[in-house]
Structure formats: C-alpha cells, structure tokens
C-alpha cells in the first residue's frame, strides 16, 4: 500500500508515523521543502497541495492507493478531486470540502435543509 499525505507540518506527522507502523509506503507533498513530516516519510516532493492536477499526476505516475491530510482543510477540497478523477477511497468530496470552506455558502445550504 502507498498512501499520500499532503502537508508535512506537525499536524500531519502523527498519521505518518501510524501509517508507517502499518508498514505502509508514505509519500508527502508540500509546497515548500520545510515541515517534520519530511523526516519520516518515504518520499517528498515539492508540489502545492492546492494544484488539484499536479497532485493527481503525482498519484497516478507514483500508483499511489489512498490520500489524505490531517488538520489542514485546504488539502480537503484536492484530496477529494484526485479520489473522485483516479477512482480512489475518499471520506469528503470536493464539493462538500469546497462548501465547508465557505462559511457563508454553508450557511445558505443550511437554511434550505
């Protein structure tokens, strides 16, 4: 299994290091070379999690099985465009990261609901 990680900053290092008690191949990107995750992940890029294609392209040339981030929900709205293009697992689509972005949109869907 090779799981990627986006962000490598102290909230994502305790998933790294869980992950890799399980044995599971990490991979990390982050948009500059800086963060602990660094350290304790298998393979680094940098590559801004923001830029949904060249995180998708990452995925499919690195046959990458699962994806995900802890504590950042900008990675969100990426993570569940790569899932949904590549056909893999996810727990938040795009567009309900995207919604939970956007307070005020969030608010709006409430009140149809």
Wanted: hydrophobic share 45%; proline share 3%.
């Amino acid at each position: 299994m090779r799981c990627l990680i986006l962000g490598v900053g102290a909230a994502q290092v305790d998933a790294i290091k869980y992950l890799k008690t399980l044995g599971v191949e990490v991979h990390a990107l982050s948009y500059m070379h800086d963060g602990p995750g660094i350290a304790i992940v298998d393979y680094f890029e940098v590559i801004d999690i923001k830029d949904k294609q060249a995180v998708a392209n990452y995925v499919k040339d690195n046959k990458i099985t699962n994806l995900y981030s802890v504590g950042s929900d900008l990675a969100m709205p990426t993570i569940g465009y790569v899932a949904a293009k590549l056909n893999l697992p996810f727990f938040v689509s795009e567009d309900t990261a995207n919604l939970m972005l956007d307070k005020y949109a969030f608010r709006c869907f409430l009140k149809e609901i």
